[in-house]
């Protein structure tokens, strides 16, 4: 391979990782191929093995970017700092956490989703993959902040729940990954298109929080 720039190997690893990307928002995780991402991002069977050795090291590549555009730890923090107590700061969270994935289902909302199916079909790629993400997806930073704010809260007096701690913290986990995965489903897959119910992810969050707060005792 002939000497090149390291501002044209970035770039050329950028063009994969955007057609990459593409390719995950149109196509199922566990059913994209190399020659997807070939075909994708216009560059020779030759010219991206040079670049990346196979396709979980581009996935990852791609997964870690995601993540990194998507990082609101700063966001999270910021909504706990400037809130007046810990139900309004419940509120703000549940509420941010509904616009979020609103906004990035298509792309981060989905992988996560996806990646599900590929690890439980394929454990030998689940721990070659997890094992080389190095950008966490922010939102479990948002699950710890909010169940601190729960703690906080009780110790505060503010809450008197009516269910002990660990069963709330499972429910909410339950709930929220239970919300994204129909969302997904719905609005990348087309299932559901028959319900009378159209998921709205936003509404749903804000369903999640009310119910969160009566079962906290919230005054």
């Not at 400037?82 to 419940?90: A, D, F, L, M, T």
């Not at 009780?154 to 009516?162: A, H, R």
């Not at 269910?163 to 897959?189: A, H, N």
Request: contains cysteine.
């Amino acid at each position: 391979m002939p000497k090149v720039s390291q501002e044209y190997v970035i770039k050329k690893k950028n063009t994969i990782l955007e057609a990459g990307l593409s390719v995950c928002k149109v196509k199922p995780l566990y059913e994209i191929t190399m020659r997807d991402i070939i075909k994708a991002s216009g560059v020779s069977q030759g010219g991206i093995y040079r670049y990346y050795s196979d396709l979980d090291e581009i996935l990852v590549a791609v997964i870690n970017q995601a993540n990194a555009n998507a990082d609101y730890t700063q966001v999270v923090d910021a909504i706990i700092e400037n809130s007046n107590s810990p139900k309004e700061s419940i509120n703000k969270l549940f509420t941010f956490l509904g616009e979020y994935i609103k906004e990035n289902l298509s792309t981060v909302g989905k992988i996560q989703f996806e990646l599900t199916i590929v690890f439980a079909n394929n454990p030998e790629r689940q721990e070659k993959i997890l094992s080389n993400i190095t950008e966490n997806e922010s939102g479990q930073y948002l699950v710890e902040r909010l169940f601190s704010t729960i703690h906080e809260g009780i110790s505060l007096g503010s809450f008197q729940p009516v269910v002990s701690p660990e069963d709330l913290f499972t429910f909410i986990m339950t709930s929220i990954d239970g919300i994204v995965r129909d969302v997904v489903l719905q609005k990348c897959y087309g299932m559901f298109q028959n319900e009378q119910v159209q998921f709205d992810e936003i509404r749903l969050m804000d369903t999640l929080c009310k119910s969160v707060l009566l079962m906290l005792g919230s005054k």
